[in-house]
């Protein structure tokens, strides 16, 4: 130390943890302490592979370094959980903090991390989500690294990121820029692999690379760029672009650039310390007005070439992603390690757009241009708060302006006199206060039903629900039918049973419920065994335990039913199933009237009635067509068809019947207008590209937005039915570690806005299913005051 401090050197003591036993603690402990007095300058402590070490005792010797502690680069999987436990609450003192392949599974880190300038948790597969207030405590936080990790929501993502007002480098993925030569694999040298890389078995087939290129973007300029172009592809720039298709998506995620961090030893290898980019780049005057996607990468093409060629101790590799050729140079480039949500569409231009300081992403520098085409791209495809509000006001603010405008002018003093716009109604009132809750926290309430066998005094009993519907007039009610051919109506906000049906041995799962709306009391029932009931859970016999079973009317058989609609007037019913027809029931007289044959090419999946008139309703079927359809002309045609590129799984009218909302396999959901079937609205949620991605959509309460879940996905978007963007999206997790969910079925609540149900089935090797209360106007902080008095339900509740 005294020679370093001569020479004006920064005297660094690197402490490795590797080869450390619980005997070597004391006497290393004793040096610890000792460190704040001496000349050392900075202490950085290094665990590269797996160690015998106890945890707590790490820890000490880490807290005992104190204001000192500059780097704590650990695999802290040898330490065990109290020791994340412990950092995650009490926090540390270092600069920069490496936990690679740490098992947090929600990350909360609500200890005071003040020092900390650098967070890298890349590989922590089981990382899937952030608390709230998780990142709160790292006031100089700049750089954030989570590759490979299973993070995928947007929303709760920068929620829990707008919290750190420091945040300028961010990183879900690695950027490689390679060449054509050599292996497929990734190849690295030696003198590039740093200690954020893992040592696990699962990464030695192909390493991470560490980047430690980041092009200068004053290096090269327009002049050297029109330079290195051949004379014929300078010429055709234009004629490119104008070949392209307007209609194109361009997903500037994918125009890559090789970064040239400069590594110093207060961050892993790959981050900026510096961060010193520019604000813009002298290279645009080039290609003003040309911005396809083609000449974009091609320009990214070569200066990331450049770069490589100027770089004479770095090694290039190969994977197919994207090529060019620029004078008889090859490049590529390919992305390592991303998360989940590096998949998202326009995550790039999200990320951007929602974090405002943010300089570099992914490696790759934010210029000017990449701003402001990301703000035009989420204003196109995304909602920050609902109703097109773009401000976030407080609740508190909101009512006050309701009640000054409520005060009778005469009595209103200049200061009074209200602030918003004149002739402002109590229905824009209450679209403010759902847009001032909801922006107040990405995290909705969330829990599940608890109803059990348990009210029925059958210790072992669980329902397994299979569909379910809210009561039409009555907000308090819900029936479920089960696998296991039973009917339960529920009170779901008490999640007391109000009746139960048993299957008596004559149904099997059931997979058609609906209500009549001038008998509340009613409601039929069919099950994949072609059995149909109407049950009035009014008139019905009490049994020994308190609760009653309903009284029932048994109409004709359907076989292979799948889905039953009741008319406007509750005097007739309709059911469909996996045949080509439709039958028609008298509720009244119990008979069946009719069956309409060959109404479609393949088996009609849903069949509902308009929710206006009792004469019309419309099919959907996995023949790709949806038909509208009127009783008063004998349906042998339909009134019109409307085609899908896929089979359709379900239809529905909006509550005013001027919109059809048609959902077909693999996320094709589409808002017809109801008069002729025509195109209006094209939601684009991506596809997944598989054909058993079953869709199901329907409208929130009223007919302002609309929900939508596919079970091979976890997710439930909620988009706006008269733009088509965005607003959120709801992410199912299971409750056990690893256990994946996806979404059976789901009803907006048509009681309260923002408000819907989920029915969500665990993937094998558990089948169990349950319904999912989701309140996006509240916190999920609700959870830990609903815990109390029932099951609280984990997916997505941070902790």
């Given at each position: 130390?005294?020679?370093?401090?001569?020479?004006?050197?920064?005297?660094?003591?690197?402490?490795?943890?590797?080869?450390?036993?619980?005997?070597?603690?004391?006497?290393?402990?004793?040096?610890?302490?000792?460190?704040?007095?001496?000349?050392?300058?900075?202490?950085?402590?290094?665990?590269?592979?797996?160690?015998?070490?106890?945890?707590?005792?790490?820890?000490?010797?880490?807290?005992?370094?104190?204001?000192?502690?500059?780097?704590?680069?650990?695999?802290?999987?040898?330490?065990?959980?109290?020791?994340?436990?412990?950092?995650?609450?009490r926090g540390l003192q270092c600069q920069v903090l490496n936990l690679r392949s740490s098992h947090f599974r929600k990350l909360n880190l609500v200890g005071e991390f003040l020092r900390l300038h650098t967070l890298n948790l890349d590989y922590s597969t089981m990382l899937s989500s952030f608390r709230e207030d998780c990142f709160s405590s790292m006031p100089n936080l700049m750089c954030l690294s989570m590759c490979e990790t299973r993070i995928?929501?947007?929303?709760?993502?920068?929620?829990?990121?707008?919290?750190?007002?420091?945040?300028?480098?961010?990183?879900?993925?690695?950027?490689?820029?390679?060449?054509?030569?050599?292996?497929?694999?990734?190849?690295?040298?030696?003198?590039?692999?740093?200690?954020?890389?893992?040592?696990?078995?699962?990464?030695?087939?192909?390493?991470?690379?560490?980047?430690?290129?980041?092009?200068?973007?004053?290096?090269?300029t327009e002049q050297a760029i029109r330079n290195l172009l051949p004379f014929s592809m300078n010429q055709n720039f234009q004629n490119a672009n104008e070949d392209s298709s307007d209609d194109s998506e361009v997903d500037f995620s994918i125009h890559l650039e090789n970064d040239q961090l400069d590594s110093s030893h207060s961050a892993p290898p790959g981050w900026n310390r510096e961060i010193n980019l520019p604000s813009e780049v002298n290279l645009w005057p080039l290609i003003t007005g040309f911005f396809s996607c083609f000449v974009y990468s091609i320009l990214w093409g070569i200066k990331a070439t450049s770069a490589a060629l100027s770089n004479q101790n770095g090694e290039e590799s190969s994977e197919g992603a994207i090529s060019g050729h620029v004078a008889d140079v090859s490049f590529k480039y390919i992305s390592e390690h991303a998360s989940?949500?590096?998949?998202?569409?326009?995550?790039?231009?999200?990320?951007?757009?929602?974090?405002?300081?943010?300089?570099?992403?992914?490696?790759?520098?934010?210029?000017?241009?990449?701003?402001?085409?990301?703000?035009?791209?989420?204003?196109?495809?995304?909602?920050?708060?609902?109703?097109?509000?773009?401000?976030?006001?407080?609740?508190?603010?909101?009512?006050?302006?309701?009640?000054?405008?409520?005060?009778?002018?005469?009595?209103?003093?200049?200061?009074?006199?209200?602030?918003?716009?004149?002739?402002?109604?109590?229905?824009?009132?209450?679209?403010?206060?759902?847009?001032?809750?909801?922006?107040?926290?990405?995290?909705?309430?969330?829990?599940?039903?608890?109803?059990?066998?348990?009210?029925?005094?059958?210790?072992?009993?669980?329902?397994?629900?299979?569909?379910?519907?809210?009561?039409?007039?009555?907000?308090?009610?819900?029936?479920?039918?089960?696998?296991?051919?039973?009917?339960?109506?529920?009170?779901?906000?008490?999640?007391?049973?109000v009746s139960y049906i048993p299957s008596f041995g004559t149904m099997n799962s059931v997979l058609g419920l609906c209500w009549l709306k001038h008998f509340p009391s009613r409601l039929i029932a069919g099950s994949d065994n072609g059995s149909l009931k109407l049950y009035d859970i009014q008139h019905f016999p009490s049994t020994s335990n308190g609760l009653r079973t309903a009284s029932s009317v048994t109409f004709d058989e359907f076989d292979q039913l799948t889905s039953v609609h009741v008319n406007s007037t509750d005097e007739l019913f309709l059911a469909s199933g996996y045949s080509k027809n439709v039958a028609l029931y008298d509720i009244n007289s119990g008979r069946r009237l009719q069956v309409f044959?060959?109404?479609?090419?393949?088996?009609?999946?849903?069949?509902?009635?308009?929710?206006?008139?009792?004469?019309?309703?419309?099919?959907?079927?996995?023949?790709?067509?949806?038909?509208?359809?009127?009783?008063?002309?004998?349906?042998?045609?339909?009134?019109?068809?409307?085609?899908?590129?896929?089979?359709?799984?379900?239809?529905?009218?909006?509550?005013?019947?001027?919109?059809?909302?048609?959902?077909?396999?693999?996320?094709?959901?589409?808002?017809?207008?109801?008069?002729?079937?025509?195109?209006h609205l094209d939601f684009q949620i991506p596809a997944t590209g598989s054909s058993q991605n079953y869709t199901r959509s329907y409208y929130l309460n009223g007919k302002d937005y609309i929900i939508s879940g596919s079970c091979d996905e976890h997710v439930v978007r909620v988009c706006c039915a008269q733009t088509g963007r965005r607003l959120r999206d709801i992410s199912l997790e299971g409750k056990a570690s690893g256990s994946s969910m996806f979404v059976q079925?789901?009803?907006?609540?048509?009681?309260?806005?923002?408000?819907?149900?989920?029915?969500?089935?665990?993937?094998?090797?558990?089948?169990?299913?349950?319904?999912?209360?989701?309140?996006?106007?509240?916190?999920?902080?609700?959870?830990?005051?609903?815990?109390s008095g029932g099951s609280s339900f984990p997916f997505n509740s941070m902790g």
């Amino acid at each position: 130390a005294d020679v370093k401090k001569s020479r004006h050197e920064l005297c660094v003591l690197e402490i490795l943890l590797d080869h450390v036993k619980d005997v070597d603690f004391h006497p290393l402990l004793e040096v610890t302490r000792r460190i704040g007095d001496s000349e050392i300058e900075a202490v950085d402590v290094l665990n590269e592979s797996s160690c015998a070490l106890n945890g707590e005792y790490a820890l000490v010797l880490i807290r005992s370094i104190d204001q000192k502690l500059r780097i704590v680069d650990l695999q802290d999987l040898s330490f065990g959980k109290d020791f994340l436990r412990d950092v995650s609450q009490r926090g540390l003192q270092c600069q920069v903090l490496n936990l690679r392949s740490s098992h947090f599974r929600k990350l909360n880190l609500v200890g005071e991390f003040l020092r900390l300038h650098t967070l890298n948790l890349d590989y922590s597969t089981m990382l899937s989500s952030f608390r709230e207030d998780c990142f709160s405590s790292m006031p100089n936080l700049m750089c954030l690294s989570m590759c490979e990790t299973r993070i995928s929501n947007l929303w709760t993502t920068i929620a829990a990121l707008s919290k750190l007002p420091s945040l300028v480098e961010l990183r879900f993925q690695n950027w490689i820029c390679c060449n054509d030569v050599g292996s497929s694999g990734s190849s690295v040298g030696d003198d590039q692999t740093g200690p954020s890389q893992p040592s696990n078995a699962s990464h030695l087939e192909m390493p991470p690379i560490s980047l430690n290129l980041l092009i200068d973007l004053d290096v090269m300029t327009e002049q050297a760029i029109r330079n290195l172009l051949p004379f014929s592809m300078n010429q055709n720039f234009q004629n490119a672009n104008e070949d392209s298709s307007d209609d194109s998506e361009v997903d500037f995620s994918i125009h890559l650039e090789n970064d040239q961090l400069d590594s110093s030893h207060s961050a892993p290898p790959g981050w900026n310390r510096e961060i010193n980019l520019p604000s813009e780049v002298n290279l645009w005057p080039l290609i003003t007005g040309f911005f396809s996607c083609f000449v974009y990468s091609i320009l990214w093409g070569i200066k990331a070439t450049s770069a490589a060629l100027s770089n004479q101790n770095g090694e290039e590799s190969s994977e197919g992603a994207i090529s060019g050729h620029v004078a008889d140079v090859s490049f590529k480039y390919i992305s390592e390690h991303a998360s989940p949500i590096c998949f998202e569409q326009h995550y790039r231009e999200f990320m951007i757009a929602s974090i405002p300081q943010l300089r570099v992403l992914d490696n790759l520098p934010i210029r000017n241009i990449d701003r402001e085409m990301a703000n035009l791209t989420f204003f196109k495809h995304f909602e920050r708060l609902p109703y097109r509000r773009s401000d976030k006001e407080s609740v508190v603010s909101i009512l006050q302006k309701r009640e000054i405008r409520a005060i009778p002018s005469s009595f209103r003093t200049q200061k009074q006199m209200p602030m918003d716009p004149v002739g402002k109604s109590q229905h824009s009132y209450a679209r403010s206060l759902c847009a001032a809750k909801m922006g107040s926290s990405a995290w909705p309430y969330m829990h599940s039903l608890s109803i059990s066998g348990n009210d029925l005094g059958d210790e072992n009993g669980s329902f397994r629900p299979r569909q379910f519907e809210y009561h039409p007039t009555n907000s308090s009610l819900m029936v479920f039918g089960t696998l296991d051919g039973e009917v339960v109506v529920v009170n779901h906000e008490k999640q007391k049973i109000v009746s139960y049906i048993p299957s008596f041995g004559t149904m099997n799962s059931v997979l058609g419920l609906c209500w009549l709306k001038h008998f509340p009391s009613r409601l039929i029932a069919g099950s994949d065994n072609g059995s149909l009931k109407l049950y009035d859970i009014q008139h019905f016999p009490s049994t020994s335990n308190g609760l009653r079973t309903a009284s029932s009317v048994t109409f004709d058989e359907f076989d292979q039913l799948t889905s039953v609609h009741v008319n406007s007037t509750d005097e007739l019913f309709l059911a469909s199933g996996y045949s080509k027809n439709v039958a028609l029931y008298d509720i009244n007289s119990g008979r069946r009237l009719q069956v309409f044959t060959d109404m479609h090419q393949e088996h009609i999946n849903v069949v509902k009635f308009s929710n206006r008139s009792p004469s019309i309703f419309a099919t959907s079927s996995f023949d790709q067509d949806i038909k509208m359809w009127d009783l008063r002309q004998k349906p042998i045609r339909p009134c019109y068809t409307a085609t899908s590129s896929k089979g359709n799984v379900m239809v529905c009218f909006s509550p005013d019947d001027h919109y059809l909302l048609a959902s077909a396999v693999d996320n094709e959901v589409k808002q017809l207008l109801a008069a002729d079937g025509s195109l209006h609205l094209d939601f684009q949620i991506p596809a997944t590209g598989s054909s058993q991605n079953y869709t199901r959509s329907y409208y929130l309460n009223g007919k302002d937005y609309i929900i939508s879940g596919s079970c091979d996905e976890h997710v439930v978007r909620v988009c706006c039915a008269q733009t088509g963007r965005r607003l959120r999206d709801i992410s199912l997790e299971g409750k056990a570690s690893g256990s994946s969910m996806f979404v059976q079925s789901l009803r907006g609540d048509p009681f309260r806005p923002f408000n819907m149900s989920i029915l969500a089935a665990y993937t094998r090797p558990s089948s169990k299913s349950e319904i999912v209360k989701v309140n996006l106007l509240a916190s999920s902080e609700c959870n830990k005051e609903a815990s109390s008095g029932g099951s609280s339900f984990p997916f997505n509740s941070m902790g």
